[in-house]
């Protein structure tokens, strides 16, 4: 099998021959932000949308970078060629380097997407509560940054407890999202998702979903806050992440929801056109 090949910093190399310096404010600090992107049939969905956003929070929380969407489009798709990917998870990492020395680090990565469990969109999937709260204040809050420890850990111990998933809430309980996902509710026929303003991620696969409800003419809030009622209350929960697609959710802390199956609405907003197959199932 032939040696993954990565971007970095300008050029296509072998992934054992790339080397990012001890002293980058990403590994030291955390400084850096990126995106996870879904490469289906060769092609990535929504690449401007991700591009758009990451460059947006790189600018936002100053990390100084080289690198232009324009860049960064043709090292995601020659990275994606020269590995010969059509399914395949891709991600963009940005860090400002050591900190003072103006030599940006620019890593374009993409492996071959493992089939998900087919048991998470035919049977749904069962959420825990996280006991770390969603930080609200920060200058992190709601992006794509490096530090991500907490949610891996929160993540982790989710699966230790049989679960796929742990639902984050912020100190007045409002409901934020998951640990590398974004939270939707149906109540009523009507699709919520928490605001952005939680603060929660502007995901790809959230705003696709929300442009799928106005396309099937269903009624979509995301602008009210969502707390512990809104989650008891629930006829179906789902979430969405772009390699996870779109994953109904049956148990929430051991409590079942929608009748233990798939929700009506979940099923017919996976099943959309508008994303993509590999989206919707392995």
């Known amino acids: 099998m032939a040696e993954q090949s990565v971007y970095l910093n300008g050029s296509i190399i072998p992934l054992g021959c790339a080397r990012i310096g001890i002293s980058d404010a990403g590994f030291l600090h955390g400084a850096s932000v990126f995106t996870t992107m879904l490469a289906h049939n060769g092609r990535v969905?929504?690449?401007?949308?991700?591009?758009?956003?990451?460059?947006?929070?790189?600018?936002?929380?100053?990390?100084?970078?080289?690198?232009?969407?324009?860049?960064?489009?043709?090292?995601?798709?020659?990275?994606?060629?020269?590995?010969?990917?059509?399914?395949?998870?891709?991600?963009?990492?940005?860090?400002?380097?050591?900190?003072?020395?103006?030599k940006p680090v620019t890593l374009?990565?993409?492996?071959?997407?493992?089939?998900?469990?087919?048991?998470?969109?035919?049977?749904?999937?069962?959420?825990?509560e996280s006991s770390i709260s969603q930080p609200v204040g920060t200058a992190t809050a709601g992006l794509k940054t490096g530090?991500?420890?907490?949610?891996?850990?929160?993540?982790?111990?989710?699966?230790?407890?049989?679960?796929a998933e742990a639902l984050w809430y912020t100190v007045d309980r409002c409901l934020a999202e998951a640990c590398f996902?974004?939270?939707?509710?149906?109540?009523?026929?009507?699709?919520?998702?928490?605001?952005?303003?939680?603060?929660?991620?502007?995901?790809?696969?959230?705003?696709?979903?929300?442009?799928?409800?106005?396309?099937f003419g269903v009624r979509c809030d995301d602008k009210t806050p969502l707390g512990d009622d809104d989650?008891?209350?629930?006829?179906?929960?789902?979430?969405?992440?772009?390699?996870?697609?779109i994953r109904p959710v049956v148990k929430v802390e051991g409590k079942s929801v929608a009748g233990g199956k798939p929700g009506h609405l979940t099923?017919?907003?996976?099943?959309?056109?508008?994303?993509?197959?590999?989206?919707?199932?392995?």
């Open 147 to 163: 530090c991500y420890f907490p949610r891996v850990q929160a993540y982790h111990k989710a699966e230790q407890s049989g679960a």
């Open 45 to 102: 969905f929504r690449l401007d949308r991700h591009l758009s956003r990451l460059m947006e929070t790189a600018e936002f929380v100053d990390i100084q970078t080289d690198a232009t969407a324009d860049l960064l489009r043709a090292a995601v798709e020659g990275v994606i060629g020269v590995n010969g990917l059509r399914e395949a998870r891709v991600r963009i990492t940005l860090t400002p380097g050591k900190i003072g020395e103006g």
């Open 108 to 128: 374009v990565t993409a492996e071959e997407l493992q089939p998900n469990p087919e048991w998470w969109y035919d049977d749904g999937i069962s959420v825990v």
């Open 267 to 282: 099923k017919k907003i996976t099943t959309s056109r508008a994303i993509p197959t590999q989206l919707i199932s392995p």
């Open 181 to 215: 996902s974004n939270v939707f509710l149906v109540s009523n026929n009507q699709v919520r998702t928490p605001p952005l303003d939680t603060p929660v991620l502007p995901g790809i696969v959230r705003q696709t979903v929300i442009e799928i409800c106005e396309q």
């Open 231 to 245: 989650i008891s209350n629930a006829d179906e929960i789902f979430l969405t992440a772009s390699c996870a697609g």
